[in-house]
T-cell receptor
């Protein structure tokens, strides 16, 4: 079974400082990795994905993520944090669905709460 | 920008009662997903549709949960009877395809079972 781990429940960073939200994964084949953000009482919003190619993936709102195959990591980064970035961040990995019918489902980590302090 | 619509946003029900949630995906999205998100955890897939067909319902508690997408557009998720442990956020998402396309999520329905 494929899985994703987010080792930090919470990350605090000062406004204007760089931020990193960590994610590690475990897959049997090629990893397809995603980051989503969830604001309070809202659904998840897609930030970026890694399928293949350049290890540095750029996404929405100035976020980027670095794929590292040897460390099985896909950390989310932003050069300068904003207070408005405060939210819950989820890493996800695509795996084969349980039905074996060729479905592809996302397996999510438990989330990391990012707090940007003014 | 097109969005996934869900209703109701909040639902309080007593245990043993029936409850239903509705989802309207982004127009043109063939794949629709229902997730359950328990507080402090990531979403977990309950059921996945491709058009009107169920592709994966391996995690759906079929003794009490049912889902349908009769015309391949909007979808309904039903729980009967509801149990205290069903209290959670129920999220609907859609995607153009089912491979590596990103999923677009609705705002969710927060269910409280008393």
């Amino acid at each position: 079974a494929q899985s994703v781990a987010q080792p930090e429940d919470q990350v605090n960073v000062a406004e204007g400082n760089p931020l990193t939200v960590k994610c590690t994964y475990s897959v049997s084949g090629n990893p397809y990795l995603f980051w989503y953000v969830q604001y309070p009482n809202r659904g998840l919003q897609f930030l970026l994905k890694y399928i293949t190619g350049d290890n540095l993936v750029k996404g929405s709102y100035g976020f980027e993520a670095e794929f590292n195959k040897s460390q099985t990591s896909f950390h989310l980064k932003k050069p300068s944090a904003l207070v408005s970035d405060s939210a819950l961040y989820f890493c996800a990995v695509r795996d084969m669905g349980g039905s074996g019918a060729g479905s592809y489902q996302l397996t999510f980590g438990k989330g990391t709460k990012l707090s940007v302090i003014p | 920008e097109a969005e996934v619509a869900q209703s109701p946003r909040y639902k309080i029900t007593e245990k043993s009662q029936a409850v239903a949630f509705w989802c309207d995906p982004i127009s043109g999205h063939a794949t629709l997903y229902w997730y359950r998100q328990i507080l402090g955890q990531g979403p977990e897939l309950l059921v996945q549709f491709q058009d009107e067909s169920v592709v994966d319902d391996s995690q759906l508690p079929k003794d009490r949960f049912s889902a349908e997408r009769l015309k391949g557009v909007d979808s309904t998720l039903k729980i009967q009877p509801a149990e205290l442990g069903d209290s959670a956020m129920y999220l609907c998402a859609s995607s153009f395809g089912q491979n590596v396309d990103e999923q677009y999520f609705g705002p969710g329905t927060r269910l409280t079972v008393t």
